[in-house]
Nanobody, 122 residues
Framework: HVQLVESGGGSVQAGGSLRLSCEVTEYIRSTNCIGWFRQAPGKEREGVAAIYMGGGSRYYSDSVKGRFAISQGTTLDLQMNSLQPDDTAVYYC???????????????????WGRGTQVTVS
């Protein structure tokens, strides 16, 4: 039974940093990509960052480019710097399929999801 387990959320003041981690409990078939999404109250779930499994190309949304960094080792980590109140959301780790240069990147191609971790920036 595949599980993705997030950790590292919390509350921070604007300008601060947090590091999220995602542990994948076993190998996931039919996926080539793993990433982070977020959903704020009343908003749609949006892709934040992603990486092809085994390393390689990375994707960042325009809203986090230059502030967030995704890395993959024994866990999938998201280093978040210069956090702003607009970054407040539940952050989800997910595994699924990515195509080319992350063409059409979005949640619909991701079938495996963690339960999420809250990030609050005040």
């Amino acid at each position: 039974h595949v599980q993705l387990v997030e950790s590292g959320g919390g509350s921070v003041q604007a300008g601060g940093s947090l590091r999220l981690s995602c542990e994948v409990t076993e190998y996931i078939r039919s996926t080539n990509c793993i990433g982070w999404f977020r959903q704020a109250p009343g908003k749609e779930r949006e892709g934040v960052a992603a990486i092809y499994m085994g390393g390689g190309s990375r994707y960042y949304s325009d809203s986090v480019k230059g502030r967030f960094a995704i890395s993959q080792g024994t866990t999938l980590d998201l280093q978040m710097n210069s956090l702003q109140p607009d970054d407040t959301a539940v952050y989800y780790c997910a595994a699924g399929m990515c195509y080319g240069d992350f063409d059409g990147f979005g949640p619909n191609d991701f079938n495996y999801w963690g339960r999420g971790t809250q990030v609050t920036v005040s």
